[in-house]
């Protein structure tokens, strides 16, 4: 009876410990509690995906009205792995924020952390599971809001700026997606998705309709930070406290890139977008400079986290890219990417979470001989940035086999070269960190440090070695993303 | 406000009706204009008038923050407590046809509950911003 209701628990779960989390108010309580609820959703996302991967797509009628009048939770390959990736995110991240957090924030406020971040969480869940196009938006302020509150909870107190601006950029991006949303309601009459697939081909020739696609993609495109509209990420993913940063990474954008899949495949169709409409050169080229500016600007930073933040905005264009062909194999790796990327970053990000813990500081001036003093944490940055570099063996070098692939499948050889550059320009910013760690001496005047406390060096290490792990065995990872392409693109798998 | 003998007067008289007014709202809201959301601005702008005119110290007293905290975190509770038992009693998730025997009545309850969740959580929040930003001292 239970497993016809885990679409429903998996948002209900993280949303009802919320406000339960308020009350206990005791922080060790709340420790206790909030991992607990954190597996539970990654319990439901796995059967989930399981049961989908099974039988197909789930419906699920919240309250019973049925489908296009009421709320439609619609679970797919595509967004069952989704859910996978996020849950998985923040039951990995959950062990490694007791002793960070109790570190970074007072603690009158943990228990408004945790509150905040299951609300976020229940947020992310509940835009990749619904059907609904209006309730996306809901759940996409749920988790906006409590991602500002989780920012501006840095210690440092530029985060507060830093969430401001996040703030004032999310919504403008969430009003887009309201403004698009009520255009196609205003055009169809339906906001249930797959009712909308069909009622727009007939009216997809009206500016209406067209201006609806470019407030949703620009919405969109300002939650995901892509590359003209990334302004927000870097200073929100330095000055946020470390597991929010770690959990950020892996899942807000990868959940916004989902929001654009949805969209562009499920909801307007890839007929409209790159046939009808030049938009698939459009998303190649601010791909590619995304990843080359981004890349370019990550060389140049002083701040670990913020050098890693730029690098995001550069995966992104990579997850983008693989959009941009519209071809099976493009969509594969884009997919692949946002689950390979979450790993890999929210790794990365945990490792940034232990040196902040023990040096006190992300700057690269700080971590001169570090490598000797928390050997284990910064073989994790190694194993992390050859990841992000796209060494084979680790889970990079997949996705961008498959964007490579996707390239010269179209004959697009200039973008497979950009692709390639990319990681080049990787090696450059990887290295400036390993060099200062590894070759610098400890500064004799320094008090030599300890190795991170395990608990948050075994999440930390969960990660990475889930980084080589996929990276070595794609038959989940590559076989679910390429079905979710197939189904994406129509073609019958 | 101690020499403002008028605005006491007419505040004390007047916050009785106001929150009156809001229960009115918040349980006539299935037959008429209202509900939760609107019930539970105007009852948290009762609480506020009140905290305005006799002092944010006072009105702490009469509601102390832990326990509009509290209320936060209740409201929403009952909401999703309301969908949960829908989900035990066989239904799915905010089903209210099968909290009573009788369908219709079932509706009846649960959207009462709901919306007393909704107005509960919305009271609250209103007071706690209130007194998040009248109880702020200026840091220099």
């Keep these: 009876m239970i497993a016809a209701h885990l679409p429903a628990l998996q948002v209900v779960i993280p949303l009802i410990a919320a406000p339960v989390c308020l009350l206990l108010h005791h922080s060790g309580l709340v420790w206790g509690f909030a991992p607990l609820v954190s597996w539970s959703t990654l319990g439901i996302a796995a059967a989930l995906l399981d049961q989908v991967l099974a039988s197909g797509t789930i419906s699920y009628a919240m309250g019973n009205w049925a489908a296009p009048w009421g709320i439609e939770y619609r679970i797919d390959v595509l967004n069952g792995f989704v859910l996978l990736i996020v849950a998985g995110i923040g039951a990995v991240v959950m062990p490694f924020a007791r002793t960070s957090v109790r570190r970074e924030i007072p603690a009158d406020r943990i228990s408004l952390f945790y509150t905040a971040y299951l609300l976020c969480l229940a947020g992310l869940l509940g835009i990749t599971i619904t059907g609904d196009a209006f309730n996306l938006f809901v759940f996409l302020e749920i988790s906006s809001l409590s991602s500002y509150i989780l920012i501006s909870l840095g210690k440092d107190r530029r985060a507060l700026t830093a969430a401001y601006r996040y703030l004032v950029m999310g919504t403008i991006g969430a009003t887009f997606i309201l403004i698009g949303v009520g255009l196609l309601y205003m055009m169809t009459g339906t906001l249930n998705m797959a009712d909308l697939a069909n009622r727009i081909p007939p009216v997809a020739d009206t500016r209406t309709v067209r201006a609806a696609f470019a407030f949703l993609t620009v919405g969109t495109g300002l939650k995901l930070a892509l590359f003209p509209l990334h302004l927000w990420l870097p200073n929100a993913y330095a000055y946020a406290p470390s597991v929010v940063t770690a959990f950020l990474a892996a899942t807000a954008t990868k959940v916004a890139v989902y929001i654009l899949l949805r969209f562009f495949f499920t909801v307007f169709g890839a007929t409209m977008i790159f046939e009808s409409l030049p938009f698939g050169e459009i998303l190649m080229a601010l791909a590619v400079l995304g990843i080359l500016a981004a890349s370019s600007v990550a060389i140049i930073q002083n701040d670990v986290k913020r050098l890693l933040a730029y690098s995001s905005v550069a995966q992104i264009g990579y997850m983008v890219l693989g959009i941009s062909f519209a071809s099976v194999t493009g969509l594969t790796a884009g997919i692949v990417h946002l689950f390979n990327h979450a790993m890999t970053k929210g790794g990365l990000f945990l490792v940034m979470g232990c040196l902040v813990f023990r040096a006190g500081s992300a700057r690269i001036s700080d971590l001169e001989g570090i490598g000797k003093q928390m050997p284990w944490t910064m073989a994790a940055f190694v194993v992390g940035g050859l990841s992000l570099i796209g060494i084979p063996l680790t889970v990079g070098f997949i996705s961008k086999w498959y964007l490579i692939l996707a390239a010269i499948e179209q004959g697009w050889w200039p973008v497979a070269a950009v692709v390639l550059i990319g990681s080049l320009l990787a090696v450059i910013y990887i290295w400036r960190v390993i060099e200062v760690a590894y070759f610098r001496p400890w500064p004799r005047d320094r008090a030599p440090v300890a190795e991170a406390p395990l608990d948050m060096l075994i999440p930390t290490w969960t990660l990475i070695g889930l980084t080589i792990y996929f990276g070595l065995h794609t038959s989940l990872t590559v076989g679910v993303a390429s079905q979710a392409a197939e189904s994406l693109l129509g073609a019958t798998p | ?140």
């Design chain 2, 1 to 140: 406000m101690t020499h403002h003998h008028v605005l006491r007067v007419i505040a004390k008289l007047m916050i009785p009706f106001i929150l009156l007014f809001a229960l009115y709202v918040q349980f006539h809201g299935d037959f008429g204009p209202g509900g939760g959301f609107q019930a539970g601005v105007i009852f948290g702008a009762g609480i506020i008038l009140y905290a305005l005119i006799y002092g944010v110290e006072t009105a702490s007293r009469v509601l102390p923050p832990r326990i509009v905290r509290a209320g936060v975190a209740l409201g929403i509770l009952l909401y999703a407590g309301v969908g949960l038992a829908g989900l035990l009693l066989g239904g799915n998730f905010l089903e209210y046809g099968v909290l009573a025997s009788d369908p219709t009545r079932g509706q009846h309850v649960g959207i009462t509950l709901i919306e007393f969740g909704v107005g509960t959580t919305v009271a609250a929040v209103m007071i706690t911003i209130f007194f998040a930003f009248a109880g702020r001292r200026t840091q220099s």
